[in-house]
């Protein structure tokens, strides 16, 4: 059953689209943090693979609200490696095991580039889809993102 939200059919489409990439980039930057978390190794080893678990925690609960967002739009929420990795707007990099300072510079880098593209979407939310609910939801999104990379600039100044 569609949802009569108030939304027009093609303007929830539109949404979940958004949503689907936004999740992308989601699993995305969370396998690499699950994978730095996993292989980090050093003087400040316990503190990263700490620092890391609580960035993937708080990772894997904005996963299931982007998924939820979909549902609620009445939309089917993609769910394999294949679809995700189609879609996201980051980078990986196979068989690199950076150093601590890197990982930290190149999670940076991808919260940085998620709030940009954040910053593009909510935008398209607003304007053209015209889905307030979803601009708000995605303006939560970013505010989470910048706090992450606030946090890792501060341990790269």
Do not use: C
Request: aromatic share 8%.
């Amino acid at each position: 059953m569609k949802p009569e939200i108030g939304i027009s059919e093609k303007n929830l489409n539109k949404s979940i689209t958004l949503l689907s990439t936004i999740l992308s980039d989601e699993m995305t930057l969370y396998v690499k943090t699950r994978k730095f978390h996993w292989n980090v190794s050093g003087e400040s080893f316990m503190e990263l693979h700490k620092l890391f678990q609580g960035q993937y925690t708080e990772l894997e609960e904005t996963i299931d609200l982007v998924a939820e967002r979909i549902n609620k739009l009445g939309g089917k929420t993609i769910g394999t490696m294949k679809e995700f990795s189609g879609l996201t707007r980051l980078k990986e990099s196979p068989d690199d095991y950076p150093s601590q300072k890197d990982m930290m510079k190149e999670l940076l880098e991808d919260h940085e580039t998620v709030i940009v593209e954040l910053r593009k979407d909510i935008e398209v939310s607003n304007d053209k889809n015209k889905d307030a609910g979803t601009t708000d939801f995605l303006t939560g999104l970013m505010e989470q993102h910048e706090s992450t990379a606030w946090i890792l600039r501060r341990y790269l100044n």
